[in-house]
C-alpha cells in the first residue's frame, strides 16, 4: 500500500534562512513525488514533481526539492525563506503500480517570521 | 486559461439533509477528481474519472455519495442523508490525463459544513 508522511506538523524559521519540509514515502514500483502549497482560503498549487532523472528539482517561488530513493525521501527546500511562503505545504505521491492514485500527507504548516 | 471552477463556495446543511457539488475543469482535461479535505488532515481521493468513466472509486461511501460526469466534462458531487463527519472542504481538480505522473490542478473548494 502506498503512503506518506510529513512528520513535522509545523515549521518555523525565521526570514532570510533556509528552510527545510520533510516528506518520505512508501510504495510499491517507481514513485512519483510531487508538492503542492495551499494558501488560505486558496486551492492547492502544484510546486514541483520528480518523475525520472535527475534527483533535484526545482520548481515555482525557488522551491527545489531533492529525491532520495534509498532514504524514501523527497525534503522540500529554499535557500532563504520569505514571509510570503508561509502557507500549507503537502506532500504527495503516485507510483506506476499503484494504479496511478494519488496520496497526500497530511501536511506541514510552513510559519516564516519576519 | 481558465482554472478549475467549483461552486459553491460554501455551504451549511443540517445532518439528512442532502446536497450538491458543481466543478468544471480546465478545458481539454480528461480526467477529473474529487477529493474530501477533512481540517487537519490531506486532501483523500473520492472519485476519479477518466472522460465519462468511472476510474476509481474505492473510497467513495457509496451509501450516501454519488458522483457523475455525463458529457465527460463537468461534474457533480452529492451526499444524500448528510451527517456531522461529512463536514470538510471538497475539493474538485483535473489533470489533461491520468497518468499519475501529471500534476493536478485545484479549484477553490466548496467547505461544507453539517450541524
Known amino acids: 500500500a502506498q503512503s506518506v508522511a510529513q512528520p513535522e506538523d509545523q515549521v518555523n524559521v525565521a526570514e532570510g534562512n533556509p528552510l527545510t519540509v520533510k516528506c518520505t514515502y512508501s510504495v510499491s514500483g517507481n514513485p512519483y513525488l510531487f508538492w503542492y502549497v495551499q494558501y488560505p482560503n486558496r486551492g492547492l498549487q502544484f510546486l514541483l514533481k520528480y518523475i525520472t532523472g535527475d534527483n533535484l528539482v526545482k520548481g515555482s517561488y525557488g522551491f527545489e526539492a531533492e529525491f532520495n530513493k534509498s532514504q524514501t525521501s523527497f525534503h522540500l527546500k529554499k535557500p532563504s525563506a520569505l514571509v510570503s511562503d508561509s502557507a500549507l505545504y503537502f506532500c504527495?505521491?503516485?507510483?506506476?503500480?499503484?494504479?496511478?492514485?494519488?496520496?497526500f500527507g497530511a501536511g506541514t504548516r510552513l510559519f516564516v517570521k519576519a | 486559461e481558465a482554472g478549475v471552477a467549483q461552486s459553491p463556495r460554501y455551504k451549511i446543511i443540517e445532518k439528512r439533509q442532502s446536497v450538491a457539488f458543481w466543478c468544471n475543469p480546465i478545458s481539454g482535461h480528461a480526467t477529473l477528481y474529487w477529493y474530501q479535505q477533512i481540517l487537519g488532515q490531506g486532501p483523500k481521493l473520492l472519485i476519479q474519472?477518466?472522460?465519462?468513466?468511472?476510474?476509481?472509486d474505492s473510497q467513495l461511501p457509496k451509501d450516501r455519495f454519488s458522483a457523475e460526469r455525463l458529457k465527460g466534462v463537468d461534474s457533480t458531487l452529492k451526499i444524500q442523508p448528510a451527517k456531522l463527519e461529512d463536514s470538510a472542504v471538497y475539493l474538485c481538480?483535473?489533470?489533461?490525463?491520468?497518468?499519475?505522473?501529471?500534476?493536478?490542478?485545484f479549484g477553490q473548494g466548496t467547505r461544507l459544513t453539517v450541524v
Open positions: 504527495a505521491v503516485s507510483s506506476t503500480t499503484g494504479g496511478f492514485k494519488t496520496i
Open positions: 481538480a483535473s489533470t489533461k490525463q491520468g497518468g499519475g505522473d501529471t500534476e493536478a490542478f
Open positions: 474519472f477518466q472522460n465519462n468513466g468511472v476510474v476509481d
